[in-house]
């Protein structure tokens, strides 16, 4: 039998600390990161997505960050491809792998080697259900979904646009369930050894005002420029990168549908929202060990913490 990559983990909500943990934890165990971001793959989205400044990195090597143009379609399929070769590479020079970041469906669709089908994607179909998305809203679609895989319906959000367009596609083109492609996961056997650490707060307030100073300094570092320079190069649909937050509730100001106050706590209400959703898909997760930050008298204790949950892991 095949021997299994060693890997970390450090996944969470928004704003929980997943950045400064992982890079401190890399140090320690003279490791790499792959990203686990769904927007911090594109270029010139470095504020808003909250990406790491190359002096927050130290000197510890990332992978995928950065490296698609906003305009280009990129899918879950697209980033297990890309981060298993990424992971792979880091192994084979005998470095400590961590994936890190907030995107759930990514996490889980490469640590658990969902099997995905080329025979699942169609852009045209994609580009008629974005139409009817446009001119009819996301309702209909998503009572669709129901009809067609009313299992993988429960498990999709009605106003994440993206994941109920993309099962749609997959109904539609492969003939089957989206649900059944998290039922042949289970057949496949993961290249992966690993525990994920997730981050939280257990008083949840304090993760919302930690998000509501993120975005106030993510506006003084110059979010506002960023967003418009977005807006009139990408315009305001049909492209995987619109869906950022930070970045369309900015929109509105720019056409002077809102005041720029408006649209800052348009900006942290929706982050706020996304931050539970994302609570909710990692309680769900296996090989996972909560971390707390508000259990911890500083980060340095936090880390220490972690620690032993890494040399643990790394020890097996």
Not at 42 to 54: F, H, L, V
Not at 99 to 113: D, E, F, I, M, N
Not at 216 to 227: I, K
Not at 272 to 300: C, M, S
């Amino acid at each position: 039998m095949k021997k299994k990559i060693k890997l970390l983990a450090v996944c969470g909500p928004t704003a929980s600390g997943k950045t400064a943990l992982s890079i401190a934890l890399a140090k320690e165990f003279d490791g790499e990161i792959v990203s686990c971001d769904s927007m911090q793959i594109y270029r010139g989205m470095e504020i808003g997505t909250a990406k790491p400044t190359d002096a927050e990195m130290q000197g510890v090597p990332h992978h995928l960050l950065g490296f698609c143009d906003p305009a280009v379609t990129f899918s879950v399929m697209d980033y297990t491809a890309l981060a298993s070769e990424a992971i792979r590479d880091i192994d084979a020079r005998h470095k400590r792998v961590f994936l890190v970041g907030g995107t759930g469906l990514y996490a889980r669709s490469l640590l658990r080697s969902v099997p995905f089908t080329e025979n699942s994607r169609s852009d045209e179909v994609r580009a008629a259900l974005q139409t009817e998305y446009e001119a009819d809203g996301i309702e209909p679609l998503y009572a669709r979904l129901i009809q067609l895989d009313p299992e993988g319906a429960a498990q999709i959000h009605p106003n994440n646009t993206k994941r109920v367009i993309r099962a749609l596609e997959y109904c539609m083109v492969a003939g089957e369930p989206f649900s059944a492609q998290a039922k042949a996961s289970k057949l496949v056997e993961s290249p992966y050894d690993y525990k994920m650490i997730c981050l939280s707060c257990r008083d949840r307030e304090k993760l919302y005002a930690r998000i509501d100073r993120r975005v106030d300094q993510m506006l003084a570092d110059g979010l506002l420029d960023e967003a418009r320079r977005y807006y009139a190069q990408y315009g305001t649909s049909g492209r995987t990168s619109v869906q950022a937050i930070g970045y369309k509730e900015l929109f509105p100001y720019f056409e002077g549908a809102c005041t720029l106050e408006e649209a800052a706590e348009s900006i942290k209400r929706e982050t706020r929202r996304y931050a539970k959703r994302q609570l909710t898909w990692f309680r769900r997760e296996e090989n996972t060990v909560w971390l707390y930050t508000d259990d911890y008298p500083d980060a340095a204790a936090l880390l220490e913490a972690a620690k032993q949950i890494a040399s643990a892991h790394f020890a097996e």
